[in-house]
DNA sequence: CTAGAACTTGACGTCGGCGTGAAGTGCAAG
DNA sequence: CTTGCACTTCACGCCGACGTCAAGTTCTAG
C-alpha cells in the first residue's frame, strides 16, 4: 500500500508518516518511481508507534524501543530508561493533578457564597501518591490567594 | 526593590520577570533611569503567577484572571473558562496516567519470566475516573503488542 | 572620578511533532 | 496524449516560556 493509502488506515497525516519515516520508526520500500510502499502490518505499526507517542515517550525513545518490540526482547539498560520515563509520565500526571485540585479550590472560591474566612492556600497537599520529593520543577513554597467572589451579572 | 532583588525573592530569573511584564502580568514602575521598582507585594503576585503557570494555564488566561484575583470578583464567563482549563487539565492528567498504565504493562511483560500468554491488549480500560469520552487527541482504538521478555544480559 | 555590579532593550535559540505551502514527478484512467 | 490526483523533496512556520548572548546605560561603593 502507499502512503495515502496507510494514512487513511491508521488515521495519521501523511506528513506524520513522513516524519515518522524521518525518525527511523518506518522503513517502507520504494516503487522504481520512487514512491513509498507499505506493507499491511504497518497500520498496526503505526498505531502502536502511536501509543508509544501518547504515552509521552520521545521519538528518539520509541526509535530504540521498536526493535526491541520487534525482537520480542529488550536490554535490561533499554528496560530501566523505560521504567525512568514511567516514572516521569507518572509524576507529571500527578503534578497535573494537583494543580487541578489548585483550580478547583480557585473556582470554589468564586462559586460559593463567601462561606466563612476559608483558609485558601492552594496547597495541594499529600492527598496523592507522591513517593518522592524530587525537584519536578517545583512551585518552592505555595503564595496564598485571596478569597473570591462571584460577580452579580447584571441582565445581560 | 528592583528586579534582581524580586527574582530572587521570588525564586525566579529576571528574565521571566521581564517576560511577565511582556505579558502584562506584571507593571512595575519605573526610575528615572528607567530601571524597574516593585512593590514588596510583587514577591507574593510573582508567586501567584507561579502557581498559576504550574496549574498549566496559559500567560494569557492568567493575565485575565489577575485583575479578577485583585478585585476579589469574577465574571461568570471568565469562571466558566476556568472550569473549563480545569476539565482539560484534569482530562490531560487522565491520559497520562493511562499512558503510564500502558507502559506499566509493557514493562511488566518484559520484567516477568514469560508468565504463560498473557493478552497484552496494552487497553487502559475504565479503571481510573474517566468521565466524559470526548477526543482529547485520542489515540483512535488500541493496538496490540507483542509480548516481550528480558534479554539474558551476558556478564558485561 | 571610577570600577564594576546591576540594569536596560533587542533579538535569536530552544524543543517536538508535525502543518503547510511550493515546485516538480509518478501513475492510472479515458 | 492528457487530465488530474497522489506522490516526491525541500524548507519554513508554529507554539510557549523563557535561556542566552550582545551592546549599551544606570546605580552604588570607595
Known sequence: MRIGELAEQAGVSTRALRYYEEQLLLSPQRTSGGQRVY?????????????????????RLIA??????????????????????????????????????RLEVLIGLATHP???????????????????????????????LPSLRRVPAYST
Not at 506493507?39 to 521519538?59: D, F, H, N, W
Not at 526491541?68 to 493533578?97: F, G, H, T, V, Y
Open 39 to 59: 506493507p499491511e502490518t504497518a497500520v498496526g505499526r503505526v498505531k502502536i508507534i502511536r501509543q508509544l507517542y501518547a504515552a509521552g515517550l520521545s521519538s
Open 64 to 101: 530504540e524501543l521498536l526493535p526491541a518490540i520487534d525482537a520480542r526482547s529488550m536490554e535490561p539498560e533499554l528496560l530501566d530508561r523505560l521504567s525512568a520515563e514511567r516514572a516521569r509520565i507518572e509524576a507529571k500526571a500527578a503534578e497535573l493533578q494537583a494543580a487541578s485540585r
Open 114 to 144: 463567601d462561606t466563612e474566612s476559608c483558609p485558601a492556600s492552594l496547597d495541594p497537599g499529600p492527598s496523592g501518591a507522591r513517593r518522592d520529593n524530587s525537584p519536578t520543577s517545583g512551585v518552592g513554597t505555595d503564595a496564598e
